[in-house]
């Protein structure tokens, strides 16, 4: 059963820390994307990228925030230093091919509280 | 910027009940997407619509897309305690991109 995989599940960190979080794509799938859900502001885009490029991430603070895809089977979001306002739940989703027609698939998120 | 304004914000109903949700905005979509999202868990696509006035079923809900593209309704008929659950609207801009704009989505409690 195909599914996105989103390391960690859960994570408390304190204010000024660095936070990591991982993403194993669907196998297959050339579009990732990271966005970010929140009470206040829904789920938001923060970046995507094809076949491991970065197409868009003009959703992402630049300044604490970065995206990268080492390779096909991993992408990773990483916020340092973290602050209390970057509480959230991070989904990584994938999808194949262009356009909104296909399905995308989103993983189980990674909850972040930042103290 | 682009927003979908979804209403109501909450439901709770009675199981049998019909309901309607609504997702609105003053902007035109290339299309508009349905999810439904359990706790702890991410969205799951129900549908996708594209063309003005169509009309999609899944079983019990009905997906409609505004005449003007800017949009969309689903109606359940006869809710179950499994319809319960965040249903969430997301368009695509024009030129069928996939970047999404979601709304903040209603949450439905469906009560035996």
């Known amino acids: 059963d195909a599914r996105v995989t989103q390391t960690p599940r859960h994570k408390v960190t304190e204010m000024g820390q660095e936070v990591t979080m991982r993403c194993q794509p669907i196998?297959?799938?050339?579009?990732v994307f990271w966005y970010r859900q929140t009470m206040m502001q829904g789920l938001e885009l923060l970046a995507y990228f094809r076949n491991r490029a970065p197409l868009d991430d003009s959703g992402m603070p630049k300044d604490r925030f970065s995206a990268e895809m080492p390779d096909a089977t991993l992408a990773t979001l990483k916020i340092q230093p973290s602050e209390p306002r970057d509480s959230a739940v991070y989904f990584c989703?994938?999808?194949?091919?262009?356009?909104?027609?296909?399905?995308?698939?989103f993983g189980e998120g990674s909850w972040l509280t930042v103290v | 910027t682009q927003l979908l304004e979804q209403s109501p914000q909450f439901l709770s109903i009675q199981e049998g009940e019909n309901l309607t949700v609504y997702c609105n905005s003053s902007?035109?979509?290339?299309?508009l997407q349905w999810y439904r999202q359990e706790p702890g868990e991410g969205p799951v696509l129900l549908v996708t619509v594209v063309t003005g006035g169509e009309v999609k079923k899944l079983k019990r809900l009905t997906f409609q897309f505004g005449d003007a593209r800017k949009d969309s309704s689903l109606h359940i008929t006869a809710a179950q305690p499994g319809d319960t659950g965040l249903y969430l609207c997301a368009g695509a801009t024009q030129g069928g991109s996939e970047k999404l704009v979601f709304g903040k989505g209603t949450k439905l409690t469906v009560n035996p």
């Open positions: 989703a994938s999808g194949l091919g262009e356009g909104f027609r296909n399905t995308i698939y």
């Open positions: 196998l297959g799938h050339n579009t």
């Open positions: 902007s035109v979509f290339s299309s």
